[in-house]
């Protein structure tokens, strides 16, 4: 009788033992399920954008090409352009204002400021006033300011 008891006890403590087992490599497959789904979700992560945009250094003769490339690319003739390099006391960035009259069709004028857009970043269309001396011609006369943005600290 004393036999059976004991390998009553044991039989009950292996199953015990193998329910635990088996129960630890359950939550060890679940665990390494989750950290698999962490990783994934980590690498299809988009990257951090910075806060700020990056500006490029200060430099008015490569504005000044940019400008002239854009409109030319455009065969857009400027007849009047100035360049006014405005600095912000309290501003983290130099301000460089571009203004400039251009004659053409309504399309020329509009393909230079998307161009500009798409090219130039760090420059945005600030105004645009627009003329027509006649009604039934389709050139205009158009008056446009751009805001160019540099960073401060390559300014000397």
């Given amino acids: 009788m004393f036999n059976g008891v004991a390998a009553l006890a044991a039989l009950l403590i292996w199953m015990g033992e193998t329910h635990a087992v088996a129960s630890a490599q359950q939550q060890l497959l679940q665990l390494r399920g989750q950290s698999q789904r962490l990783e994934a979700g980590q690498r299809a992560a988009p990257p951090a ?38 600095e912000g006391g309290n501003q983290p960035y130099l301000r460089y204002r571009v203004t400039m009259t251009v004659s053409a069709a309504y399309p020329v004028i509009r393909r230079f400021a998307d161009d500009v857009a798409a090219t130039a970043s760090n420059v945005d269309l600030d105004t645009i006033a627009c003329q027509r001396a006649d009604v039934s011609t389709p050139v205009l006369s158009c008056e446009l300011a751009f805001s160019a943005f540099f960073r401060k600290d390559g300014h000397g």
């Fill in 49 to 86: 954008k910075p806060i700020a945009p990056v500006l490029p250094w200060f430099d008015s003769a490569s504005l000044v090409g940019q400008f002239s490339h854009i409109a030319g690319e455009a065969k857009l003739p400027l007849d009047e352009v100035a360049y006014v390099l405005e």
